[in-house]
Antibody, heavy 123, light 107 residues
Framework: EVQLVQSGAEVKKPGESLRISCKGS????????ITWVRQMPGKGLEWMGR????????NYSPSFQGHVTITADKSLASAYLQWGSLRASDTAIYYC????????????????WGQGTLVTVSS | DIQMTQSPSSLSASVGDRVTITCRAS??????LNWYQQKPGKAPNLLIY???NLQSGAPSRFSGSGSGTHFTLTISSLQPEDLATYYC?????????FGQGTKVEIK
């Protein structure tokens, strides 16, 4: 079974750093792009960026560029989303999702999705 | 960035009704358009990819159409379990974007 399992919920203070993870199983992790999506409380889905785990090539939304970093370690079959300095406005659920078409960041959709990681940033 | 505009933002329909949701792109995206269903408290689930292709496991009452800038998601016969928010997503070019979502309620 193809599956993405994300790390657990986090509670942080503004200014702190954080890295959350997304571990893939049931497939060759290096061959499928991973996308990260934010969902703020009661709001819609926001595309943050994506990574090709085979060479760590990334694309970012301008809305998130410079504030978050997306990385991957294909030897651990894991992708990561990290912040150097959190803000209260980063409070949200973060999802990772796998692209359905091998070696493509464009065609196909996102499936499966991880279960989501709730990040709460509060002083 | 390519902007995606969904309509309506919400709708209420009866079981058995035919429901149509529209998504418009600010520029052509060919057929790089996907549809997702998100039930309350759950992760999104892929329904339609590349505008018209039904994802494996998705019910056949869901269908997608369109190309270029105008796309539709149709539920041929609304079921109680279709209570959810539906999102379109374009994946053309370097930056992908989601529509703002359409909340579907059952009368």
């Amino acid at each position: 079974e193809v599956q993405l399992v994300q790390s657990g919920a986090e509670v942080k203070k503004p200014g702190e750093s954080l890295r959350i993870s997304c571990k893939g199983s049931g497939y060759n992790f290096a061959n499928y792009w991973i996308t990260w999506v934010r969902q703020m409380p009661g709001k819609g889905l926001e595309w943050m960026g994506r990574i090709d785990p085979s060479d760590s090539y990334t694309n970012y939304s301008p809305s998130f560029q410079g504030h978050v970093t997306i990385t991957a370690d294909k030897s651990l079959a894991s992708a990561y989303l990290q912040w150097g300095s959190l803000r209260a406005s980063d409070t949200a659920i973060y999802y990772c999702a796998r692209h359905t078409i091998e070696s493509s960041g464009l065609a196909g959709g996102l499936d499966p999705w991880g279960q989501g990681t709730l990040v709460t940033v509060s002083s | 960035d390519i902007q995606m505009t969904q309509s309506p933002s919400s709708l209420s329909a009866s079981v058995g009704d035919r429901v149509t949701i529209t998504c418009r792109a600010s520029q052509t995206i060919r057929t790089y358009l996907n549809w997702y269903q998100q039930k309350p408290g759950k992760a999104p689930n892929l329904l339609i990819y590349d505008a018209t292709n039904l994802q494996s496991g998705a019910p056949s009452r869901f269908s997608g159409s369109g190309s270029g800038t105008h796309f539709t998601l149709t539920i041929s016969s609304l079921q109680p379990e279709d209570l959810a928010t539906y999102y379109c997503q374009q994946s053309h070019g370097m930056v992908a974007t989601f529509g703002q979502g359409t909340k579907v309620e059952i009368k």
